[in-house]
């Protein structure tokens, strides 16, 4: 190595053990505890309640633009089995959404973890659609005729961040018989669903999880433990950060052409990984950015979510096929008319 990035290298390493000391990582540790406590306390003591399907569709008919935001595995679809086969036939997703927008005053976003390729290629015989690609990285704008990815990551950073993650995550994978490492465009996977011992999958999970966090903190990346797996991602980039540009961009076309603004928002969501976007759209609804906003996880678990759908992904597509209802009821204006 030459000898100007080693001193770059050791300076780095003795301001981390200048300033976080052992002193410090104790007293954060112990902030972060109570802080934890209280929230988790607080959600207990008042339970998340159901999804009002008759307040929604009242609010719903009520709007004149309404956007939705909505995850695909877990959410829209039932996550897949161990082996990678559906667990439903996908056909009735495609057919709620494309009812939804026959509505020309709905414009609807699918978000995932999913690449740009593959998620284009699943909602292909959706047109107009909005995606939002590997958890908020790449967005394909919703009526965009040229179906052109915006990519908010930079190449370098991403492939300076992976090399390292990648020796961590070869660690562990040799200490987990049968997981794997998956790699995506801004994200890596530390897979072990095919594991048989799970007590040691979760074990090692958190131990991969603390290790990348820890020993990568300072290039802008978080590691978060998820249903089998351990997902590595960027902190710049997040479904709420992809969600603000959707929603900002809608905010200038229609000031441009004078038609109303988003007066409905709907998040629907499945996991810790939603949860950053049901803050950004909670926070949108207490400064009154938008006059209806529902934030709902889809499944029974402590959630930052306003409302609760327990029936799982069919609830949630019985709600969107109720709303496409109102919206052949009402015949709407089109505002989308160029």
Not at 174 to 203: Q, Y
Request: hydrophobic share 40%; charged share 30%.
């Amino acid at each position: 190595m030459p000898a100007e990035n080693k001193e770059i290298r050791w300076r780095n390493l003795h301001k981390i053990v200048s300033e976080q000391t052992g002193g410090k990582w104790a007293q954060k540790l112990s902030s972060d505890l109570d802080r934890v406590y209280d929230e988790r306390g607080l959600r207990d003591a008042a339970s998340v309640p159901r999804l009002s399907v008759p307040q929604v569709s009242e609010k719903y008919r009520a709007s004149s633009r309404r956007v939705f935001i909505l995850d695909y595995e877990g959410t829209l679809a039932p996550h897949r089995t161990s082996s990678g086969i559906p667990l439903s036939s996908p056909q009735r997703v495609l057919d709620a959404l494309n009812e939804l927008l026959t509505d020309p005053q709905n414009i609807v976003y699918v978000m995932s973890g999913r690449k740009p390729e593959a998620l284009a290629s699943h909602f292909r015989t959706v047109p107009n659609v909005g995606l939002i690609a590997e958890n908020g990285c790449f967005v394909r704008e919703f009526g965009d005729e040229t179906k052109e990815w915006i990519e908010f990551a930079s190449r370098e950073k991403m492939s300076e961040w992976k090399e390292a993650v990648h020796g961590i995550l070869k660690y562990y994978q040799e200490r987990l018989e049968n997981s794997f490492i998956e790699e995506r465009n801004c994200s890596m996977f530390f897979r072990f669903n095919r594991v048989d011992d799970k007590d040691a999958a979760t074990r090692t999970a958190g131990e991969c999880s603390d290790h990348i966090n820890g020993a990568c903190n300072e290039m802008g990346i978080r590691a978060v433990p998820i249903p089998n797996a351990v997902l590595i991602e960027t902190v710049d980039q997040s479904k709420a950060k992809a969600a603000e540009l959707v929603l900002n961009r809608h905010r200038d076309a229609v000031q441009a052409d004078g038609s109303a603004l988003a007066d409905f928002l709907m998040v629907a969501g499945d996991d810790r990984e939603d949860e950053i976007i049901f803050r950004w759209a909670n926070d949108l609804a207490k400064s009154e950015a938008i006059a209806s906003v529902f934030t709902v996880s889809v499944g029974k678990r402590n959630t930052e979510a306003c409302a609760t759908l327990t029936q799982g992904t069919t609830g949630l597509l019985s709600v969107l096929g109720r709303l496409a209802k109102i919206s052949g009821e009402n015949a709407p204006v089109d505002y989308f008319n160029n």
